[in-house]
């Protein structure tokens, strides 16, 4: 046994707090139906640090518990949990090192838009609900390798040229990226929910872009509007 | 904090039940698959007032509670409650005061009826289930943007030349109206079984409409015979 | 408040053990996600009797209770309940009339079953599990209107040249029948399921039925060979 | 009553462990959605005899406990057991006797795969999850008639040629293998996960299968690096 990591030490209870987050959304993924076995991983930086908390590798989602999530830094190694870490940290660990304003990524096979990365095609912005959450069509980023890096650089730079906070990875499935661990989260569910519908949508026809004003106007309210602002607790 | 509202004084035995009733059809919504995150939403005339109950914006479903509903007046201002009312406020409010005879109204981008709204094709009534519940086709409505009347407005010109209590509004989802708060949830449950039904029925092959006198038939039983008409308690 | 039927009082244990089971298995038409809000029933008929107990007309399924089910004789009139009786009584009423081996009635609008009924086209046998349940093909039945016998006079015409338990009812949804209420419903769910799968598989490309002779080898080990001869309690 | 076969007396503890553990994973296929009524099965080998223990035929998932499995020799001769073994005996103890390396059989007729099976098109290796968990195309066996030895003979025989734990039963369904219980499980909820991305993914547009490497290099990452490797307890 060595001696731990003194930044866990010293971040034990921002550690505890997120180790809580992660581990509870991962209900989420499979609540909203985007995860199947052990096949999506939700990870958050721990505020205030270059440390991150992610899903053990292979775990079944019903055996998560706080205290199997690992801590890793933000090259992507272990520093505190007794499991092995995801096999996408390198890759998240990249998108925390690239995107200081990134909080937590998201990634999954959901269905409907796991179906529009295998075939490398970006899902168009043809409802209200896409302007709203992504703010355009949601892109696709290339194809790349489990294991390293490659895949955070890939999400990197295909996201550095849109609004959405999410990527289709071709032939691969999705991730996403947010402020906040649900926010990431959100951005996943939003993404299957209109991968679905648009898909749907098209199976009876061909669909037209809504309007680039119309996409902004969306997009503003939704980011600025929407939700509850001060609340009176 | 200023002084309540005197409406809300007056009536507070009417909203605190339309509170309890409108906070709980959020969970068939939940329950029927039609709604994914926070996008739904449900209304309800307090009856014999100038008031409605709706959804807060951008709450999650399992942390509303009656007391999270928000109490407006039909110009679509909050009235009572902590929390800021859902974006739509403005459209159910229109709703209420076009149509005296609606005492609710429900939103939802349930997936295969936003689907055929995406599309903006009115769902063909080719079913005895559509008859029953739509009378025949469920019509699209036109585009329009969140924030203001003008969905609720076109919401309402829409369904005036209608038996169908749902519209598709193009690009954008689903609104249902009811005489009360059961039958617009029952009318939005009912039109994604539909339109998930005819979409998947036009998939392998062409679809012919009913005939007229057979919508009639129907539609007029269902209404009118259909259920239960005197009760034993 | 007038005397009870006769026949109520005399069988007044069969039909409690039959109000029992029938409103326990409309629990399984959910589960198996075949109905939506009331849109299914189950009946079945008191053994030894010219009785039969049905679903109440427009009552939600969790409301549903053992007395909450109607007990009608075999011209679909009432003898006991306090509610009016499913508006498929006069068809379940004379399905039950002109076969006596049928001991129980199922009617749905499950999605992908309606979906080939809309169509009017039967259900090709491809799959040994069409095979071992159906015999055959799924067939189609006539429209007709909902309210009298017509309806169950097209269900018994049509299965009177099948093995099918089940029948697609052009334009409506599905009837099945079986010599108990657990094999009307079983027959109900492994219909969807086919209905789903041959759906799934004709998206791409052309079907081809199985040979004659596996099905009728498929068919008679299921019917005779599958499941559980003689239990040792 | 016979007296015991000698074989459960001396391994009555491993076979209680393997009862319960086999008894357990249907609960897995129900929660997957792979399975309808009583339509898969799941057996396993009992570690260190020529005994193996499987589902009873007919028997609904939630009546099922571990004392109703059914105990069968390689031959698929029931030595234990009150109720009369899967349809499907035969076949998994063909699979058990030609492949000392398999210590579990899966079979179902989850929609997605069985629409490939219907058809009889292999699953194309197109995303990057098929090539971790099946290292290439699912690939299809023989139509063969249910009862005897010939399915599991065409699963075998197909399977030799490929790293893929999942075969498609040509109009019949899925058959998977693992060196465990829950690998074999594992494996037949991926192919359906797998078998309805690559169906919605081709419904709008030609596919094209990953390149030969990159499906070595991730299943060979797949099946070394994932998951845990040693854990600390």
Chains 1, 2, 3, 4 share one sequence.
């Not at 959901?110 to 709203?132: F, H, K, L, N, Q």
């Not at 355009?136 to 906070?165: K, W, Y």
Request: aromatic fraction near 4%; charged fraction near 20%; proline fraction near 7%.
């Amino acid at each position: 046994m060595t001696a731990p990591d003194p930044r866990v030490v010293e971040h034990a209870d921002a550690i505890a707090s997120v180790r809580r987050e992660v581990c509870a959304l991962h209900g989420e993924l499979l609540r909203w139906n985007l995860v199947t076995w052990t096949s999506g991983n939700v990870s958050a930086r721990v505020p205030g640090t270059d440390l991150m908390v992610i899903k053990p590798s292979g775990v079944s989602y019903e055996d998560l518990r706080p205290e199997s999530m690992v801590v890793c830094d933000l090259e992507g190694t272990a520093v505190d949990g007794r499991h092995a870490p995801s096999s996408d940290t390198g890759s998240h660990a990249h998108v925390y090192r690239a995107r200081p304003d990134v909080g937590a990524v998201v990634h999954t096979h959901s269905p409907y838009a796991t179906a529009w990365a295998a075939r490398g095609e970006p899902i168009p912005c043809v409802i209200t609900a896409m302007a709203d959450e992504f703010g355009g069509d949601i892109p696709v980023g290339p194809f790349a390798l489990i294991g390293g890096a490659e895949i955070g650089e890939g999400v990197v730079a295909t996201l550095e040229d849109h609004r959405s906070p999410a990527v289709l990875m071709h032939g691969h499935g999705v991730f996403t990226i947010g402020a906040t661990p649900t926010a990431a989260v959100k951005a996943a569910v939003m993404c299957e929910d209109v991968a679905r519908t648009v898909h749907l949508a098209r199976q009876h026809g061909p669909l037209e872009r809504l309007p680039q004003e119309h996409v902004d106007a969306l997009h503003d309210r939704y980011q600025n509007v929407y939700g509850q602002r001060t609340e009176t607790p």
